[in-house]
């Protein structure tokens, strides 16, 4: 099934209708409205309400890809597409919950550098695809990125270490590092796996609120492609020398893309392991455990849609 949707959607994969402003290298910038369609928010009901935690994107009509560690036990989420500014109603929402989780088998929050960072995410009903609501190509299995390869984060995570939440969807240019460089000692060294990817490591990185959103990669074709999902930065500040954003490969799991599309009825993944967290833990308390990019103050920050 993934196959066949792939080839269906092999036409209008990571075509915008709106293209995305790539014309200068910035230190951030508000995104064009609209020009990465396939960027969705997953957002948490906290109280009566929702409110952004993570990205992700939309790999096909019901289905969004996003970080592992952005899905804990007992939380309730939803989906919304078609977003771009948080605080304005634009009309081109669409809101989708969340028929099935299917978290990577492998993915433990107690071990974030081990890798596997990837849930699979089934939406309740397809969304209206429009100028506002798109899907992103997947590259090639074992496909590997050349250093310094012009990739796209985007994302409505902080501006930069414990600064403000943007409203609007914010893009920055973060260059691959190969992991040859990646995994020097003084970069990243072991913590960074074969099946990762880094990109960025100076000025310009992710942060808060970031993780589970696309590395957003413009192929030889002239698509767009999903290159990676937002896994971690330094714990000390998002943006350290020679620490990049470390994003989870996707070329590397396609074999576990295709089996969970192809099953959707046979939950993959094994059940999420409760740790010595409770469900009511703080999002600042998970977070200095996983030493990732889940949001934090995103929980209490942004309006929900």
């Known amino acids: 099934m993934l196959k066949m949707t792939l080839l269906v959607f092999a036409v209008c994969c990571g075509t915008p209708a709106v293209p995305p402003n790539t014309g200068r290298i910035v230190n951030g910038e508000d995104a064009r409205p609209h020009s990465w369609p396939w960027q969705i928010s997953l957002q948490v009901k906290h109280g009566s309400r929702y409110h952004h935690t993570c990205g992700g994107t939309l790999i096909g009509p019901r289905w ?10 007992g939380d ?31 993915w433990d ?16 009903k397809s969304p209206i695809m429009n100028d506002s609501v798109g899907v992103a190509c997947l590259p090639q299995a074992g496909e590997i990125l050349s250093h310094g390869a012009p990739c796209y984060i985007t994302g409505w995570g902080n501006l930069y270490t414990h600064g403000p939440m943007p409203d609007k969807l914010q893009q920055a240019l973060l260059p691959v590092v ?9 970069w990243w060294g072991i913590t960074v796996k074969s099946t990762m990817i880094c990109a960025g490591g100076d000025v310009v990185s992710g942060c808060n609120g970031d993780s589970g959103g696309p590395l957003n990669c413009l192929g030889q074709d002239g698509r767009w492609y999903i290159q990676g999902v937002t896994s971690f930065v330094s714990s000390r500040v998002c943006n350290e020398v020679k ?16 089996m969970s599309y ?28 996983t030493a990732a990019l889940c949001s934090t ?9």
Request: aromatic fraction near 6%; hydrophobic fraction near 35%; glycine fraction near 4%.
């Open 243 to 258: 620490k990049p954003t470390v994003f989870t490969r996707i070329s590397a799991f396609t074999e576990w893309l295709i």
């Open 262 to 289: 192809n099953n959707p009825l046979n939950d993959h993944s094994k059940p999420l392991r409760q740790t010595k967290m409770t469900f009511s833990t703080s999002v600042q308390e998970r977070c200095k455990k």
């Open 297 to 305: 103050t995103s929980y209490f920050t942004s309006p929900a849609v």
């Open 76 to 106: 309730v989420y939803r989906v919304v597409l078609g977003e771009h500014d948080m605080i304005q109603q634009e009309g081109t929402e669409q809101i989708r919950d969340i028929l099935r989780i299917v978290v990577h088998p492998n």
């Open 178 to 186: 190969e992991h040859s460089v990646c995994s020097r000692s003084d």
């Open 64 to 73: 969004v890809l996003t970080a592992g560690h952005c899905i804990w036990p």
């Open 109 to 124: 929050i107690d071990h974030v550098a081990d890798g596997n960072d990837l849930a699979l995410l089934k939406l309740d």
